[in-house]
DNA sequence: CAATTCGGGATCTGC
DNA sequence: TCCCGAATTG
């Protein structure tokens, strides 16, 4: 038996040579899950001759997708034949190919939230935009639990009477558009399958092994598709961890992993207990807390180890000083001769990245933000996408929207909305549409409209004649471009996006409309054609091309990451709670653990219970060290606002921890040293008699004592006016803003 | 049609 | 606080 086996331990070697039967893998955080599947793949390839074209291998994040493709390479090559993909991938790989069966053309676009919205919005014409929104949101839920604007059960998802017409509408609008959104991805390819059966038994042959890793943030939809591609022949394989399903806002649903095994009878479960990742203190806080979950598996995770240091939790009085305080830490480590990528900065929303950045940037640590670059969400890189997207698929109502009279072209709303009525003619096609149209325009939209469509006519010209011409083309074009050397055409499908957005005018806009962004504008386009240089120039390679951004937005990340340059001691993470998700980290400091922000105050029910988990994933992210920032005060949405420590701090066994600055009064804890006394809290927390508060129906006003209740300190106010009212320190204080005090 | 102003809402989390 | 869309204005 080859050596690869011998570095598992007897769990690990189970689940790698199980066979036959269903398999439900319980794999812990940090138990070695990955290193699992990699090595079974390989291991069904060498030992069972398995063709490794008959694996499929599917993952939730083209990241996992990538990792594992590499670690089973590196046991065998052979590996690199087998399917590895994200739910999305495959379904987008399915409907490439069988597509035409539910209706739909292969040159589809995959449309994002963004797109959705706005195609959503033309058909709920007087609705507010957050009313918009929230449908778009109940559509995608209502896709990822397989349900369509017919399903009796929709009422679930939206009980609203008229949410089934705008559904209907939707997918109609859709259809005719010939363009998918993400739960299509799913829900189409389970359709297809029901309905063709000898399509579904094709799969059904072709894949003798099917596993998924991170089961628990698999929908219902998802959990068709696996159905439907499984035959009685099929081993299917699933790893999970309910204690890290995060995903319940967008679908996903833990019920999957928990009722797996009636669903697959037979299943055999192998728990992964054994914790390689993290030491044993650092375990213990994390359990005590997601330990307080109702609906969950259980399991006992064992640190291999040993005990390591207490997790601390520091009190700040602020976010300035979180981040100061964060930044004190890493330079300390650093100058003792650790290094900055030892360290991940966790926050709960992107929108806290902010002040760490500040910091970092002023004391000159280097970090690299993960995830939040929202890169392909910009303006200008939108724009661009569009206009490949009216390229790809002229019944792109949504792009069509968008591009055909920006920059400014004289071609109004009216003008558009005729083009669209009149589509149906040709087919949809809205160019075709819009150039039978033109002898009935007028000289400005007619004018505007010809410039849009010869700038996409020359855009398919190049794309198809690329192999007779396209050297002799390219050169060409290049010279008419009136833009400055700012922009400039490489390899490949590079030359088409460059042709686009310079010909079309969006570059030459952007540069002028923005004054101050206008370059790093024009930079980031720039940095989408480096990105389109590694496609081929061919319709072809432009659909994959829109397929891989809108499926895997890292990708301008890691080109923007190696432009920064090289630091010797490698960069601090900045990441969200959320995407840190199978990633480690030596150290690592969750911050902003305070009630409001994490959880969120909107939270509870079954939502607290995921942001537990949310927890749990975060702090099991650590290897060695782990500590948690709470602030006494915190700016939100503008506005300073008092915040306690999160119900997790509560929850976390105090004598597992370290405590540093003030734990406000009645959190349990002094402060760490027993002996080092910090000085008394004081009773309410930060409130003291005599603070001036402002409060906003009332006004100016001053604290005039604080007592105890059974709930907690409760907070007498007397205001200007001559109101008095009092509130419990621990639950309103987010209402009175404290302006004077310490 | 573009520039300016005003007011309200937003910040979750992400394939 | 900031950003975006709608309304207002030139």
New binding site residues.
Partial sequence: MGDYLSVLNPEQRQAVLHTGKPLLILAGAGSGKTRVITTKIAWLIREQGLDPRSILAVT???KAAREMSERARLIDDRASAAMLR???SFGAWFLRRNGTLGGLDSGFVIY??DDQISLLSGIMENAS??EVRETAGSI?RAKDYFLGPADPELDRINYQPKFRRIYAAYEERMAKIGNVD?GDLIKKPVEILRENPEVASRFKNRFRVIMVDEYQDANIAQFELLKTISGTETYVCVVGDDDQSIYR??GAEVRNILEFPDRFPGTEIIRLERNYRSTALILQAASSVVARNQGRLGKTLRSEKGEGKLPVMAFLPDQDEEAAYCASLIANAVKKGGRYDEWAILY????QSLGFETEFLRRGIPYRMV?SLKFYEREEIKDALALLSVLVNPRDEVAFRRMVNKP?R???PATVDRIIGYSEEFGSDLLKAAGALLPELGT?ARTGIETFNTVLEEGKALLAGEKLEGKRKRGKIRDQVPLKETLAAGEGLSSIVVKLIKDSGIADYHLEHDEIAGNQRLNNLQELANAASLYALSMEGLLEFLEHIE?D?SLAEETAENSKGVFPNGTVTLI?L??TKGLEFKKVIITGVEQGVFP?EDKKGEDIEEERRLFYVGATRAMDELYFCCCALRRL???TTPTGPSLFLREIDKGGIRVIGNAPYGFGVGTGKPGNRMPAVSPGGRWRQGDRVFHDDHGYGAVTGIRESDEGPVVSVHFDTGHETRFLSEHQSSRFTKISGD
């Fill in positions: 939730f994040t083209n994200t739910f999305h994002d939230d935009r957050a995608s993400f806002f967008r709960r929303t992107n929108a995830g400014s004289g071609v109004g400005k499926l937005r969200t959320h995407n969120r949405y503008g506005r």
